[in-house]
């Protein structure tokens, strides 16, 4: 069976501050994994995401990934976070069956930036 | 960017009636998926849909759920005889084979 965790479901944070909302999985085959991220009432936009290669990651808006096969982690961060990223990010993989691709989310992160 | 395009953006319906939320995918693209997400709770998978048939189904995709192409565009997600509980945002998604899975902006059903 799969899972994704998102330990934190609340991050508070300062606007100019780092943040790292982290996400880990289990699976007991290789993955592909995922960040997106839901606006207040809009949809889900892909952040970026690992599929193979280099396990640090960047996607849009200045986030950054880092795949860690270890600890089967896949941690998103950003060096400094303006109001305009909060939102709610959610952690997602997909299992590398050979079958559809289909993403199992996790429960989400709220990241709430403040003044 | 291409966009995958959900109607109606918000639907009210009476506990028992039929609703069908409607999705037309980005253009060539193969694999449609339906997710739903109940308000504070995580994104769900319903169904995924392949060369005109289901490819996989939740346990939640049960018989009031179906889903179809009926012109080779649109995408459907039926709910036969909706129950309070199905309230929920209900999000199309399609790819084009790739690992990358485009959604659109979501559903809003409010059952009553």
């Known amino acids: 069976a799969q899972s994704v965790t998102q330990l934190d479901s609340q991050v508070p944070v300062f606007e100019e501050a780092p943040v790292e909302l982290r996400c880990n999985y289990s699976s007991s085959v290789s993955v592909y994994l995922f960040w997106y991220v839901q606006y207040p009432n809009q949809g889900l936009q892909l952040l970026l995401k690992y599929l193979s290669g280099s396990t640090l990651v960047k996607g849009i808006n200045g986030f950054e990934a880092e795949f860690n096969k270890s600890q089967t982690s896949f941690h998103l961060r950003k060096p400094s976070v303006h109001i305009s990223d909060t939102a709610e990010y959610f952690c997602?993989?997909?299992?590398?069956?050979?079958?559809?691709?289909?993403?199992?989310f996790g429960t989400g992160t709220q990241l709430k930036v403040e003044l | 960017e291409p966009e995958v395009t959900q109607t109606p953006s918000h639907q009210v319906t009476q506990m028992g009636q039929e609703v069908i939320l409607r999705c037309v995918p980005i253009s060539n693209h193969l694999y449609f998926y339906w997710y739903r997400q109940i308000l504070g709770q995580k994104v769900e998978f319903l169904v995924s849909?392949?060369?005109?048939?289901?490819?996989?189904k939740s346990e939640i995709f049960d018989d009031q759920f179906s889903v179809e192409r009926p012109d080779g565009s649109n995408f459907t997600l039926k709910i036969r005889s909706t129950k309070l509980e199905d309230s929920a945002m209900y999000f199309c998604?399609?790819?084009?084979?790739?690992?990358?899975?485009?959604f659109g902006e979501g559903s809003w059903l409010t059952v009553v």
């Open positions: 849909f392949y060369n005109n048939e289901i490819s996989e």
């Open positions: 998604a399609t790819a084009g084979g790739g690992s990358t899975i485009y």
């Open positions: 997602a993989v997909i299992l590398l069956t050979g079958g559809g691709n289909k993403l199992t």
